[in-house]
């Protein structure tokens, strides 16, 4: 019996618009960004980032030493941001049907600058994202990053609750191995799907 329900934040809640975000910093001069990223594993000072092991400043300094002409934070943040589109209202919605049966949680691989684009993505009324979850597992506050099997135990641990009774859903497919490999229901979301009618036919 399914009593918690994981939701991953880019590509399952927020969709993802990654040439949005290479045209963005192609606009301040950044013109390889596209190659340190990827739609599902990040590497190198990215992924160093999304683990919280570097600042957000340092982050930016590492992305300027890519840039010759002189760029602000506001223009990297917007270019960062760029690659997350708002969550729809029929989202939000569910995810507040959700939260009267089940218990809510967040993981996600994400950092300091996309949380402050997407935290205003929830402000709907008078809720805020923190009223939609039980709880937020984020990569860069937990030092940690999925696919690791550890990000899966810390947040098992830190929510108190059992893999056998939790749904899990993704869309990266290394993602949902390792929540399979420790006993979570999973669903393999993609762009094409709708959330709402996915979900409930497995809960």
Known sequence: MIKNI?????GVLVPLNRRACEDAFHAIGFDDFGKILNEY??????????????TTSVFRDILRSYIENEVTNDQIDFAMGSFLEVIS????EFLISLKKK??????????????RVV??????????INDYFDKL?????????KPDSEIFIKMAND?????????????SPANIQTAQSLGFHTLLFNHDMNLKTEVEKLI
């Open 137 to 145: 597992f984020l990569s860069y506050e937990m030092k940690m990053a």
């Open 41 to 54: 594993v990040q590497g190198g000072f990215f992924l160093e980032y999304e683990k919280g092991a570097i």
């Open 89 to 92: 209202d029929d989202k939000l």
């Open 102 to 115: 089940f218990r809510l949680y967040m993981l996600s691989n994400t950092n300091e600058i996309a949380m």
């Open 6 to 10: 994981v939701f991953d934040l880019g």
């Open 159 to 171: 929510a108190s609750f059992e893999a056998s009774e939790t749904l899990f859903i993704d869309d």
């Open 119 to 128: 935290r205003p993505f929830f402000n709907k009324g008078n809720l805020t």
